[in-house]
């Protein structure tokens, strides 16, 4: 195993301990333990919504040009976090795609979103005026560099985040303004410290080679399908387990860039599972599953459709180590599947590959690690509200329980 981080707490390990509920019992070493004693992170960064009083605007740089651009065009900008940080003077919710704008109406009547928009106000009115520079990476196979609030980058990013964002973090965290704006900072954290759609091939090496993670194509309603598979996964070839989180990052920021269409905020992912061994649930491999879980229900926060687990045989064996680490507001889409016939509820028989039931006759390749070579693809396809939408469907049926 490499090094770990040594600089400041980890985003993945920030305060896991407070939020989980049920931590389990024995299952790892008391070591292994310290590193996942804590762990929280959240989204992703689009921009935020900020309605500032005039103090508060000319004592800080609070709202960044960013707020004047539509969420389509920030998903495909290439970051430039100077000219982000600059001053606005904007007031109002941001201007975002045209499904955001139909939900902003019940948005605005929401209490508690409207409580972390204050307090997300304060936090950025308490954003330093001069933020310090950010530091240059010289090497590129090392741990994460968690030191990096106060930056430019990171405060580019506080600024980053939207009053949608806000929204999928509360559902993050049952409802707790505080709380989501913990988690949105951490999102923050997270993006200006790993950088993912910046991210060199030499730095995801090890993960790539694997071949563990592909796209999939799009849902007939537009989600695009991120496929994965525990065959060939190891942690031992890693140079720290931060690789695996920065290659988990990179996946998921390939699809929210390249692969989310108009109106499409969410993804589906199909985890074939029968590579999986007990191995997987000791203490060094264990730590990369929780920095996938950190990626899936923290950083990907309310995006995720529905997981669909395959060929679950031997994974339910351990399925009770890994479980107690699943949030609430996952857990109604996390659906043990050992038939493909619910897949062809939701995607296309000739998009999905015959070994999960479809009539796709080839093997979608696995991402590259290549930035420019995985977000180039065809043009992905709007939200289609008349095709089965999974999120949608899993809702209702927890809802009638």
């Not at 939701?346 to 039931?357: A, P, R, V």
């Amino acid at each position: 195993m490499g090094a770990t981080s040594s600089s400041s707490c980890q985003p993945w390990q920030c305060c896991r301990s407070e939020h989980s509920g049920n931590q389990p019992v024995d299952v790892i070493s008391d070591e292994a333990q310290d590193q996942f004693d804590a762990g929280d992170i959240g989204s992703q960064n689009i921009l935020v919504s900020a309605t500032l009083d005039e103090e508060s605007q000319e004592k800080k740089n609070l709202v960044s040009d960013a707020l004047a651009l539509p969420t389509q065009e920030l998903q495909t900008r290439q970051s430039d976090f100077k000219s982000t940080a600059a001053h606005s003077s904007a007031k109002e919710l941001p201007k975002t795609n045209s499904a955001c704008q139909a939900e902003l109406p019940k948005l605005q009547e929401n209490v508690e979103l409207q409580e972390a928009i204050k307090i997300w106000q304060d936090m950025l009115a308490a954003l330093p005026a001069d933020p310090r520079a950010d530091k240059e990476e010289t090497e590129l196979r090392k741990p994460i560099d968690w030191d990096v609030k106060g930056t430019v980058r990171f405060c580019a990013e506080m600024r980053l985040i939207t009053a949608f964002d806000l929204a999928r973090f509360l559902s993050a965290r049952r409802g707790d303004p505080t709380e989501a704006c913990k988690l949105a900072q951490q999102v923050a954290l997270y993006y200006a410290a790993v950088r993912p759609a910046e991210l060199k091939f030499q730095q995801i090496a090890a993960p790539v080679a694997q071949g563990c993670w592909r796209f999939g194509g799009w849902s007939t309603c537009g989600y695009p399908i991120i496929l994965s598979t525990s065959k060939g996964f190891s942690h031992t070839t890693y140079y720290s387990n931060d690789e695996y989180l920065r290659f988990a990052g990179y996946v998921v920021e390939v699809i929210r860039k390249a692969r989310m269409g108009p109106g499409v905020h969410k993804f589906i992912l199909v985890a074939d599972t029968s590579g999986f061994s007990m191995g997987m649930v000791r203490p060094a491999a264990l730590r990369c599953l929780l920095q996938l879980d950190f990626v899936l229900q923290e950083l990907c926060a309310d995006r995720m459709a529905a997981a669909f687990l395959m060929n679950t045989g031997v994974f339910r064996y351990g399925w009770p180590f890994i479980s107690p680490f699943l949030r609430p507001h996952v857990r109604p889409f996390l659906k043990f599947e050992n038939s493909n016939d619910t897949l062809l509820k939701f995607i296309d028989g000739s998009t999905l590959e015959k070994q999960y039931g479809g009539t796709y006759a080839g093997s979608y390749p696995a991402f590259s690690g290549i930035w420019e070579k995985d977000v180039s693809s065809q043009p992905a396809p709007p939200f289609n509200p008349s095709a089965p939408d999974p999120f949608s469907f899993y809702q209702q049926e927890a809802g009638s329980k």
